[in-house]
T-cell receptor, first 115, second 113 residues
Framework: ELKVEQNPLFLSMQEGKNYTIYCNYS?????LYWYRQDPGKSLESLFV?????AVKQEGRLMASLDTKARLSTLHITAAVHDLSATYFC???????????????FGQGTILTVHP | GAGVSQTPSNKVTEKGKYVELRCDPI?????LYWYRQSLGQGPEFLIY????????DSGLPNDRFFAVRPEGSVSTLKIQRTERGDSAVYLC???????????FGPGTRLLVL
């Protein structure tokens, strides 16, 4: 069974600081996604990472994937208040007869950026 | 363009009642997904449709849960004999195919009293 673990689960940052959220998964994965969720809202797609060594950047967020270590990171540079949200990684695979459609999510990281 | 829409946005029901939750995917998206999110948790997969057929229903918790997508567009998630433990946010997502990024709707908040 595919398991996805994120850490930390809670992250309180000062504006202007850098930090990294980690996402580990238990079995071979074909695709890894990062989503953002604001309180009471739905999930917004941030990144999809398809291959080992993939790196994607959007604004102050950069995501990377190491398939050998089964690890993805979401790096936050010079945090601003607007980045406060819950961040989820999600993994999918078609190995073992499962379908690409089944996303398995981590527990989420609640990020709070303080002035 | 329009995103994924879900109705109702909130539903309060009594234990033992039947509920239907509706999802309207993004136009042109052939794949549709249902997830359930409990407070403080990540979404949990329920079922995935490719066109009209369920490609993967391995996440449905028991036979009280059923979903249909008769014309390959709108989908309805049906819950019979609701229990308090069914209270959660039910999220629908769609994608262009089964291998593309899933776009989520705003969810239906179900409360079973």
């Amino acid at each position: 069974e595919l398991k996805v673990e994120q850490n930390p689960l809670f992250l309180s940052m000062q504006e202007g600081k850098n930090y990294t959220i980690y996402c580990n998964y238990s079995t071979t994965s074909d695709r890894l996604y990062w989503y953002r969720q604001d309180p009471g809202k739905s999930l917004e797609s941030l990144f999809v990472l398809l291959s080992n060594g993939a790196v994607k950047q959007e604004g102050r967020l950069m995501a990377s994937l190491d398939t050998k270590a089964r690890l993805s990171t979401l790096h936050i540079t010079a945090a601003v208040h607007d980045l406060s949200a819950t961040y989820f990684c999600a993994v999918t695979t078609n190995a073992g007869g499962t379908s690409y459609g089944k996303l398995t999510f981590g527990q989420g990281t609640i990020l709070t950026v303080h002035p | 363009g329009a995103g994924v829409s879900q109705t109702p946005s909130n539903k309060v029901t009594e234990k033992g009642k039947y509920v239907e939750l509706r999802c309207d995917p993004i136009s042109g998206h052939t794949a549709l997904y249902w997830y359930r999110q409990s407070l403080g948790q990540g979404p949990e997969f329920l079922i995935y449709f490719q066109g009209t057929g369920a490609a993967d229903d391995s996440g449905l918790p028991n036979d009280r849960f059923f979903a249909v997508r008769p014309e390959g567009s709108v989908s309805t998630l049906k819950i019979q004999r609701t229990e308090r433990g069914d209270s959660a946010v039910y999220l629908c997502a769609s994608s262009f195919s089964g291998q593309e990024t899933q776009y989520f709707g705003p969810g239906t908040r179900l409360l079973v009293l």
